[in-house]
């Protein structure tokens, strides 16, 4: 009994491509979670600086609360991020307690959100593929700002 020799040609691109598919795929996944990550950063940055904009420009600090909360949410729909939801924690460092937008405030807005990778497995359970994501931004509210208290505004008729 002659035993045939099995002919090895060929294997070597089955493999070749069993090991690119297995290699790849997580590869491309790994990629495109990053940037999916890198969007949601800039995204929350952006929505920090812009929310700190908002409310340093509002006439008090209940509108500025509100303010700073739309314009996170508005910025992060126009970066791409529409679903992505956001708390806005405002505070400050004042002169006058109960009040942000004195003279020589100092107001910090930190915004806090998450990001969902994408094609994650669902077995892994809910929220078990998010990567969180803060961002925080601080707006000095100025001395020579018109603000609501008299006594805070220098004196023209001293100079």
Known sequence: ???????????????????????LVPLVWIVISVFQVQQGAFAVSAAARAAGRAYALAPDDAVGRERARLAAQQVLADQGAAGQTASVDVSCETPDPGNCLVGTSVITVRVRSSVTLPLAPEILGEGAATFALDATHTVPYGQYVESSTAEQQPDASRR
């Open 1 to 23: 009994m002659t035993r045939r020799r099995r002919d090895d040609r060929g294997s070597a691109l089955v493999e070749f491509t069993w090991l690119a598919v297995l290699l």
